[in-house]
């Protein structure tokens, strides 16, 4: 089926990794951006879009989400996931293995990205396991999976315990050019632990985790990854201790990544008070000093990147006493309000923002997306930074309820997404 040719007129083109941010025009045709330029006269048969008071960047990639297909549809599938993603503005997930069965082998690598295929919405990039099973004691079959598209290795949800097998995880997965993303805790640590160890856990009444759980799990793998040699990336970063070991790391020229999630910028322990079971989340939320160490981090460029960890739950898992509900919360549909809530506050400039939501979290996992360079795919994002809006978590496209945000006046507001030059997401006119 032929793609249309479709113009963005006169939005406010921010391509950090282009560093263009420019009042242009965007010409799009089969499935590929064509041209960037002020005043393009529109092609014969070409759908004019007024873009005039929208910014136009290229599509979110998230690295960190949970689709929860195979196994869990009932908290979220491929379909809905996407539909999500695509409201959100994003066009490039990454999707984590701890499915059921878990995506250690190639036959469930292949199965996420036929399903993805089928749903025809955004780009799906499987990350494979690092040992069979999540089990932590053998490494799962990397080369088929590597064959079978995956674009990194985790155990997320779990961490790699055992330092020998992370070392030789480092090492085998150095020779496919993967990066071993580590769900850094301690779990001796951080075990029974539902919140963040500290005052406000004492006011109400819960078992902690200390932040050492994160950073010092963070502080062994950058050791190992000294010695290997390999590609290392911190998923959902939340402690001060944790930025302060990535900024040396990377002042050592080790090849290290992080990512931050918008409710560890947004939200610290105290949320947790409320017993709103929506807030617990791994790892938790926490302290205001850790809640800035991270703003400083995402703002100097220690911190790579925003991924969502969006993890859906149904209603059962979550309407619990806190000590007993599953730990996580959605995040596909309200990252890029968070972050423009940001931008409000004078954490971020808005094209920092694009660039920690495009190009930066492209570039740690070394994807091609993440840029509107002429030729390159189509995927993009077209929203109103001055709208504002009421989150409403009836409204969600995910399956699944588990926000903290609902009831919050956000900034941002999701107007289009295209991808591969196909409107995939369109908001209703008034």
Same mark, same amino acid.
């Given at each position: 089926?032929?793609?249309?040719?479709?113009?963005?007129?006169?939005?406010?083109?921010? %391509?950090?990794? #282009?560093?263009?941010?420019?009042?242009?025009?965007?010409?799009?045709?089969?499935?590929?951006?064509?041209?960037?330029?002020? +005043?393009?006269?529109?092609?014969?048969?070409?759908?004019?879009?007024?873009?005039?008071?929208?910014?136009?960047?290229?599509?979110?990639?998230?690295?960190? &989400?949970?689709?929860?297909?195979?196994?869990?549809?009932?908290?979220?599938?491929?379909?809905?996931?996407?539909?999500?993603?695509?409201?959100?503005?994003?066009?490039? #997930?990454?999707?984590?293995?701890?499915?059921?069965?878990?995506? %250690?082998?190639?036959?469930?690598?292949?199965?996420?990205?036929?399903?993805?295929?089928?749903?025809?919405?955004?780009?799906?990039?499987? &990350?494979?396991?690092?040992?069979?099973?999540?089990?932590?004691?053998?490494?799962?079959?990397?080369?088929?999976?590597?064959?079978?598209?995956?674009?990194?290795?985790?155990?997320?949800?779990?961490?790699?315990? +055992?330092?020998?097998?992370?070392? $030789?995880?480092?090492?085998?997965?150095?020779?496919?050019?993967?990066?071993? &993303?580590?769900?850094?805790?301690?779990?001796?640590?951080?075990?029974?632990?539902?919140?963040?160890?500290?005052?406000?856990?004492?006011?109400?009444?819960?078992?902690?985790?200390?932040?050492?759980?994160?950073?010092?799990?963070?502080?062994?793998?950058?050791?190992?990854?000294?010695?290997?040699?390999?590609?290392?990336?911190?998923?959902?970063?939340?402690?001060?201790?944790?930025?302060?070991?990535?900024?040396?790391?990377?002042?050592?020229?080790?090849?290290? =990544?992080?990512?931050? =999630?918008?409710?560890?910028?947004?939200?610290?322990?105290?949320?947790?008070?409320?017993?709103?079971?929506?807030?617990?989340?791994?790892?938790?939320?926490?302290?205001?000093?850790?809640?800035?160490?991270? $703003?400083?981090? #995402?703002?100097?460029?220690?911190?790579?990147?925003?991924?969502?960890?969006?993890?859906?739950?149904?209603?059962?898992?979550?309407?619990?006493?806190?000590?007993?509900?599953?730990?996580?919360?959605?995040?596909?549909?309200?990252?890029?309000?968070?972050? !423009?809530? !940001?931008?409000?506050?004078?954490?971020?400039?808005?094209?920092?923002?694009?660039?920690?939501?495009?190009?930066?979290?492209?570039?740690?996992?070394?994807?091609?997306?993440?840029?509107?360079?002429?030729?390159?795919?189509?995927?993009?994002?077209?929203?109103?930074?001055?709208?504002?809006?009421?989150?409403?978590?009836?409204?969600?496209?995910?399956?699944?309820?588990?926000?903290?945000?609902?009831?919050?006046?956000?900034?941002? $507001?999701?107007?289009?997404?295209?991808?591969?030059?196909?409107?995939?997401?369109?908001?209703?006119?008034?």
């Amino acid at each position: 089926m032929a793609k249309p040719c479709i113009v963005l007129h006169g939005g406010r083109v921010i %391509d950090p990794a #282009l560093s263009r941010d420019s009042i242009s025009d965007v010409l799009i045709s089969d499935g590929r951006v064509v041209a960037i330029e002020a +005043n393009l006269p529109p092609p014969a048969g070409a759908t004019v879009i007024d873009a005039r008071g929208w910014v136009v960047a290229p599509g979110l990639v998230d690295l960190h &989400v949970h689709l929860r297909e195979p196994g869990q549809e009932y908290k979220e599938d491929i379909l809905s996931g996407t539909r999500a993603a695509a409201a959100g503005g994003f066009t490039t #997930l990454c999707c984590m293995p701890n499915t059921v069965p878990v995506n %250690d082998c190639r036959a469930v690598t292949e199965l996420i990205t036929r399903r993805a295929r089928e749903a025809g919405l955004v780009h799906v990039l499987p &990350v494979g396991a690092i040992s069979q099973g999540l089990r932590g004691e053998a490494l799962a079959e990397i080369g088929e999976m590597k064959d079978a598209g995956v674009v990194a290795l985790s155990d997320d949800g779990k961490p790699v315990m +055992n330092g020998e097998l992370m070392r $030789r995880a480092l090492e085998y997965a150095r020779t496919f050019g993967l990066p071993v &993303v580590q769900h850094c805790e301690d779990s001796h640590l951080a075990a029974g632990g539902v919140m963040n160890e500290g005052p406000a856990a004492t006011r109400a009444g819960l078992r902690g985790q200390p932040p050492a759980a994160e950073s010092a799990m963070v502080a062994r793998d950058l050791e190992l990854l000294a010695w290997t040699g390999g590609r290392y990336h911190v998923a959902h970063v939340s402690t001060a201790a944790s930025v302060r070991l990535v900024r040396e790391a990377k002042r050592r020229g080790l090849a290290v =990544t992080c990512e931050v =999630t918008p409710h560890h910028l947004t939200l610290t322990d105290e949320a947790c008070a409320s017993y709103d079971t929506s807030t617990k989340c791994a790892p938790p939320l926490r302290s205001p000093s850790d809640r800035e160490a991270l $703003r400083e981090g #995402l703002a100097d460029g220690t911190i790579d990147c925003i991924a969502t960890d969006h993890a859906p739950h149904a209603a059962q898992e979550k309407e619990l006493e806190y000590d007993q509900a599953a730990f996580g919360m959605i995040g596909l549909e309200t990252a890029l309000s968070l972050g !423009l809530r !940001l931008v409000a506050e004078g954490v971020l400039t808005l094209p920092t923002l694009i660039e920690r939501m495009t190009s930066g979290p492209a570039r740690a996992f070394g994807l091609t997306a993440g840029s509107l360079r002429p030729g390159a795919p189509a995927d993009l994002v077209a929203f109103d930074p001055v709208a504002t809006g009421t989150v409403d978590r009836a409204r969600f496209r995910s399956k699944s309820r588990n926000s903290p945000f609902h009831g919050w006046q956000l900034p941002g $507001r999701v107007l289009m997404t295209l991808v591969d030059g196909q409107i995939v997401h369109e908001a209703s006119r008034g």
